[in-house]
């Protein structure tokens, strides 16, 4: 599978037979390493042990998810690894993999099988892992340990996090040995075809001591007539002074409905920068969670949204300082237009022992309609008494001075209403690393924008 070589059709869909239905019967089958089964069996006890959110709690109580069943949805048994030629990709898939020829490996799933890897051979010389986590759990299991599964999540995080472990389908570790360093991104594709379907896949990024890897993940789906599930988790690492990009670019179409809880650990000197940009699907849920657990170590948490017709964009973002000397800033900024809505809840927590924490958390909304509606809610849990954190959240329209200086220089209103969008994200763009994710975003909020 390294090289992406091999040709094979991509199998068309079958019926599927609901999670509930079917899980128990394949975790008695399944030929997987027993920790991973155990693992997968314990999590499915529990989350049919734990009720739905409930809107009473504060963590959802702009996000309505009592009604959802998530258990009644086709599930897509994980598939064996196959290859296709680029050309065999989905359309959306081959469009940028056209665009960006600078990257050090690129895998592709669809719905929840592995079609194409690719991995630069100079750096499976030197180390670096891209595979599997499946493969890996078989041939190289240490590189899981105290990894995998290892983040603790919250009481608002555990009904998807333990429906994620229990049905995870593809996904794969990226490892980069010390001193390694990755020169271009690595690029993972999740393609969504299946309707009435759920899927999650599992995203483990360990860079060890010294190392530095840029990681890309794109979701992308067409509209789909049946609301399908993505359910996703992940987990980033780095260690003592390492650094690590993590770039996540959720690109659905209609008809699908987005959950994801992400956790990542700084190590001493580290710098971890996590961006998360939603664009797509019905209804998008992000878990955010920066554990700031090194000395002297960095964290920058960067989200962008746009969201238009009848969209739904939740972000719940933790940066859990535990270590003293330690940063964070975090900057998230989105756009409503129709009758978008969004909800941004944020916390700073310092722990006792965690003095001299540098923090920050910025959220800035900007309406483009009058049926737009965003919800900010900052908030700070400090236990520690020599720090400096400062937090804050706008909501606002669009300023009609600045609309009529620019209509006035011969700017149509809908050209001075893109010029403005655009600054309001610049902000944000500007720090993200990746040409080729800055011009998709770009791209995407100009066709929402009506250009």
Known sequence: MADGTTTAELDAPGDLVSVADRLDGWLE???????????RREAWERYRELPMPQTASEEWRYTDVEDLRPE???????????????????ATVQEVLAGEQDRSGVAVQVDAGEVYRRLDPELEEQGVVFAPIVEVARERPELLEDRLFSSEVTDAEEKFWT?????????????????????????AFRYLEREDAIVGSHTLVVAERGAEVTCVEEFLSPDLEETSLSVGGVEVFAGENATVRYISLQRYGRGVEHYSVQHATTGKDSHLSGFNVALGSDRHRADVTSHVEGPGSESEMLALWFGDGDQHIDHHTLQYHKAPHAYSDLLYKGALTDRGRSVFRGVIRVAQEAQLTDAYQTNRNLLLSEDSHANALPNLEIEADDVRCSHGATVGQVDESQLFYLKSRGLTPLQAERLLVFGFFEEVLGRVPVEGVRSRVRSAIERKLGF
């Open 29 to 39: 089958e399944l030929d997987e390493p027993e920790t991973l089964v155990e693992g």
């Open 72 to 90: 009644d949805f086709g599930f897509v048994e994980p598939e064996a690894a196959r290859s296709v030629e680029i050309e065999d990709l989905p």
């Open 163 to 187: 429906l994620h472990r229990a049905i995870f389908s593809g996904g794969y570790l990226l490892y980069v040995p010390e001193n390694v360093r990755v020169p271009e991104p690595v690029h």
